[in-house]
Structure formats: C-alpha cells, structure tokens
C-alpha cells in the first residue's frame, strides 16, 4: 500500500499554492490535526496530567458562572483555582440525564458565555428515552471539525472518493463536498444523502445508482443492506469501506459486512451534547478514547473504576464546554474497556460499546444483563428477517418479527425454547408480527428496548 498523505490545502492567497497559505477556518483545523498527531501518541501519563489542566479551567469556570455547580462543586471540596487530581475528580457527583432534565437553565453559565463564539441549542435524540436540551459554542463545533477530521485521517480516506450516507436527514440530496471538517480544507469528492426511513429495495437503488466510495450509516441499516446483498445477490460498485455512527454494533456485524462485501466496518462513538468520545483504532476494531476531548470513565456498580474486561457505565467530562459544562455526566451507556493498543497510541481503548441503559434485559431476581439473542440466524427457524424484544415487565416480554414466507407460526413453540436457553429465564413471550419493525424517531433501532420503569 502506498503512502498515505495529506492532499495540498486550498490557498487564501492568490498566486501561492504551494505550500499553501490557507484561511483561518482551515488553519485551525489544521493547527489542531497538528496537535492531535502527536498528542496520541504520547504516553497515558502525559495525557492524563493535560487533560486535568484542562479540566482546572472548566471547574474553575462552572464553580463561578454556573448557578447548579456553584455549590455543588463546593460542597464536594473544590476550591477555586486549586490543581485538579484524579482524587478530586473522584469526589464529584455524578450529572444524570435527569439531573440535567431538573436543572434546565441553571447548568448555563451566567451571563451567557460568548467567549468561545456564538452558541447554539440542541437537543439530544428522543431514542434515548429522555432527551436533554443542551448549549454548544462556536469552539466547540470547531473541536468536532477536528475530531471528525482525525477520524478520516486515521482511516486513510481517498478524499477524492464520493462519500454516501443513509441516516437521519431532513431530505435527499446531494453536496459538493463532504462538510464542514473538510470543506474549507481541501476539495473533496461529493457527498449524497438518503434518509435513513427510506425502504431497503429504495436504499439499494440509490445506492447501485450514486456509487459512493464510503457509506455512512447506522448498524442495523447496515446488516439489513448487508443481508439483503447476500441474498440477491447485488454488488455495491466502487464501496471501499463501511462506517457505522450512531447504533451499538456487535461484532458479527464486522464479520458479515466482510462476508458481503469484503469490506472493513469502521465505528465511532460521539455524543451531540459532548463530542467525540471513540474513535475506531486504525489497526484493530476497538476503539481509542479521545482524551483531548474528554476525560471518559468507565464505573462500576459501586461507583469505582473498572478494569480491562469489566463493563460498567460510562462517565464522560466535556473538557471544552463552558457555556453548559457537562462534568462526570453518566450519559446512559455501557462499555467495557480494554488493554493498551498496539499500535502505540496513548489513548486509552474501549473494548466495546455496549449501548444503552435501557438496553439492559431485567430479571426478576434485580440482575440486570445484556440480552444477546439474534433471531436472524436461527437455523431451526428460518425467516425471520428482523427482531426486537421489548420487556414490559419483569416477567414478560413481546418479541416483535417482521417475517418472510420460509416462516410459519409452527416454528413458535421452538423459538420460545431458544429465547428461554439464551436469555437463560422462562420469561412469557408474545409474538408481534411486523411487515417490518419501524424505526424510532430519530432513525435508530434498538434490537431490545426496556421499558419497565426505573424504581
Ligand atoms: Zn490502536
């Protein structure tokens, strides 16, 4: 394989091409992918001690400006100014989704905080199950440029390549760049978008048809388009590589992408109210922190650290985000962490990402666990082309299925011994046929969803 190399910026200036002398916007970007080049491959400790020097200025900010730290970050023993340590960041509270809910404008800073450019709300997907409003800065976005930005790098992307993306959009269309992060960079390749509620046999159309070099999408759309490849028998032309935002994605879906396609599956895991949280390592399917970003955590029950192996709920601090400081926020997922990488990058490894909170299967006994149960590749039952579990209690639970001719309603019984030996409990199953299993609003799909109340 060739080398792989930055292409030549834009020029602002006329006449100088080379090297070029590039605007503001791109000089940033370019300033900070600088930064970032070295800064991963320091070693955890040097990470370790930028990112609480870092995180002495939003404490020092949010203990000032922001009326719900004000106290809150007094009563847990910080003092203006002082250098922040791991033992100090252990001692302060953990920011639930619900916590954020209650505090509304109280976690704004006072007055609004302009400093880091104009701002702008948002609002996280309503697939969560509790959408949190949240603010965001001009630098902020600028952050994610970057991010986004290392990601294509990382990957060794032909910014030549048109780039395609099914998911949530407000329409179809097309663009002659790929976006912001790169925009103002360099000339890309085109970018064409289709929403993520368009219908498979549509989805494969636009796709034969538009020919992109990289397919953006989210898991479940992937296998689906995957799947429905390997049955027919289609080809996507020209796709070098797959990338999957937004869904948790199980390992068996990087095998059957390379099963259909002979592709690489590459993942991430970014938040809209912090940033980037992980990126997928170059060289191996697990992914690298990104420390310059965020300090993440990963805790356990009891609230301490877990180690490589363990799975426990993430914990993220925004390390540039003072106009809505978001600090140890348990943002609802579940990963487990992994040992140093091997390609040498001091960024710490997540193992896997395992999704939502409630994602979580429920027993009666109050264990709560990973329910792994995929009903595609049954090969007692065949026909099922999709699934999703939704637990209405602690003892129940509706298996919805969308179906084709090779199933019959026979096959229950069978199924209900499987779900039982895999979910390892006799929970009461009722069967709910779909044509096929629609989407959340926000165009994810959750293969098991509970929907028992929190105690
Ligand atoms: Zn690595």
Redesign the pocket.
Known sequence: MSQWTFPVPRTAVSGLKFPAVTDDRAAHLLALQFQLGQSEWWPAERLRAEQLRQLGEVLRHASSAVPYYRRRLATAGYRAGQPVTDALLSQLPLLTRSDIQKAGAALHSVPAFTAHGQLSSGETSGSTGSPISFLSSAMEQLYWNAFTLREHVWHRRDFAAKLGGIRYTEKNGSASGWGPSTNHIFATGPSAALRIDTPLPRQVEWLLKEKPGYLVSYASNIEALARDSLRRGWRPEGLREVRSVSETVRPELRSLVREAWGLRLVDMYSAKEAGYLALQ????DHY?VQEENVLLEVLDGQGRPCAPGETGRVVVTALHKFAMPLIRYDIGDYAILGEP???G?GLG?IREILGRTRNMMRLPNGDQRWPLCDLVHQPDVPGVMQYQYIQKTLESIEVHLAVDAQFSRDMEPRLTEIIHARLGHPFELTYVYHDSIPRSASGKFEDFRCEIAEA
């Open positions: 390592c170059p060289d191996h690298h990488c091997s390609c990058r490894v």
